[in-house]
């Protein structure tokens, strides 16, 4: 089976997509098939020989019409011998260039792009949940039409969480028949060293994501002014840090909050693994990827109980889950924690034998039974 990858995100890139595409696409050239893989990068020097399989990448940075032109005719002249298109981003590209292919298609959905558009943009400022039920704009209900057309056009959907499956077929009107959940899973992480922390403090917490509204990183940096002696590793990049650097230089934290920026995935799981508990305080995860890495490491969690989140926290056993927006619940449950070394052993311990649930043979397994499937369409068109 020739399989043809289309991502907007991959290494040196950090996030789900980086994280994934590589591995599955590496899983599945040892299971015998052909992979290429097509990507937007901010550079297109790197070197990608370490790969098992062959990389295109579009330079990012070029105007939006001239980088959709562009990245539909690599796609038309790569996509040719393909059996199928496996698509992880740039779906609107994809259904363009697939006019010609005519092409099965598989697509991985790990959230609403529209609704991050338009959050980003600031022409809502409603929930995940709020902005699938309510109406909006033309513009914006104009990305809400594209974002259904690019899930109707698809043969199977891929999706990492029940909760999302809910919500493509209740919201977006995909047939339940074409949503396939297939939980993500992480390699295990031995041998990880800790990086170097300039924090002088005695717990270390960490957080990992874009520095966007939905994340809530100003909600933990407000509780951790109330937790002595602890400090805040902050790794990510994103509109919202300007904001965040403000708000510690307001709360005279700089001695004690590290803004890491964007790093490569070795240097994030390094800074991980120096620290003593992971955070996550979103209003939304489709499914975060970011809380395996974590548990894999043996850091304790505490995350907020929504989307994807309560798929693989399971509050009290592997972690604590507290409800979005609870006035004073993070400081609470960080002093708790901070203040006891056993629990945080407790919850890590837990979160190891929950990683059983997310081999990654079993993530491969389900993937490539549904491309197998999906490429046999090509013979029947």
């Not at 002088?200 to 909600?219: A, E, F, S, Y």
Request: a positive charge.
């Amino acid at each position: 089976m020739k399989v043809l990858i289309v991502t907007g995100i991959f290494p040196p890139d950090i996030g789900g997509p980086a994280t994934y595409v590589p591995v599955i696409g590496g899983e599945l050239v040892r299971q015998g098939h052909e992979v290429m893989v097509v990507t937007l990068s901010d550079e297109l020097s790197h070197d990608d020989r370490g790969y098992p399989f062959h990389v295109v990448r579009l330079r990012r940075g070029l105007s939006k019409l001239l980088r959709f032109i562009l990245t539909v005719l690599t796609l038309l002249r790569w996509g040719r011998q393909a059996d199928l298109l496996f698509v992880n981003r740039l779906s609107l590209e994809v259904l363009a260039a697939n006019i010609f292919l005519r092409k099965p298609l598989v697509q991985k959905v790990v959230g609403d792009w529209a609704w991050e558009r338009a959050t980003n943009k600031g022409w809502v400022k409603e929930s995940f949940e709020e902005f699938q039920r309510g109406k909006h704009g033309l513009k914006v209900e104009a990305l809400k039409a594209l974002r259904n057309l690019c899930v109707h056009r698809t043969n199977k959907i891929i999706v990492p969480s029940r909760y999302l499956a809910r919500w493509a077929a209740s919201s977006w009107g995909v047939p339940e028949e074409k949503i396939t959940v297939i939980y993500n899973a992480v390699e295990p992480l031995n041998g990880i060293q800790p990086a170097e922390v300039s924090l002088q403090t005695r717990v270390k917490i960490v957080t990992v994501g874009r520095l966007v509204p939905w994340k809530q990183v100003d909600q933990i940096i407000e509780a951790l002014a109330r937790c002595d002696g602890v400090g805040l590793v902050i790794i990510g990049d994103g509109p919202e840090r300007g904001h965040l650097e403000e708000l510690v230089r307001t709360l005279d934290l700089r001695d004690r909050v590290y803004f890491a920026g964007a790093r490569s995935k070795a240097e994030t799981l390094s800074l991980m693994a120096a620290c003593d508990l992971f955070v996550l305080n979103s209003t939304y995860e489709g499914f975060p990827h970011v809380v395996l890495e974590a548990m894999s490491l043996g850091l304790p969690v505490v995350a907020t109980a929504v989307g994807g989140t309560p798929e693989v926290v399971e509050d009290e056993e592997n972690g604590l889950l507290l409800a979005p927006a609870t006035n004073g619940a993070l400081s609470e449950t960080l002093l708790q924690l901070v203040s006891s070394p056993l629990e945080r052993q407790r919850l890590a311990n837990g979160a190891k034998h929950t990683m059983e649930r997310f081999r990654l043979s079993a993530m491969v397994e389900k993937t490539e039974a549904v491309l197998r499937n999906s490429a046999h369409l090509q013979g029947r068109r």
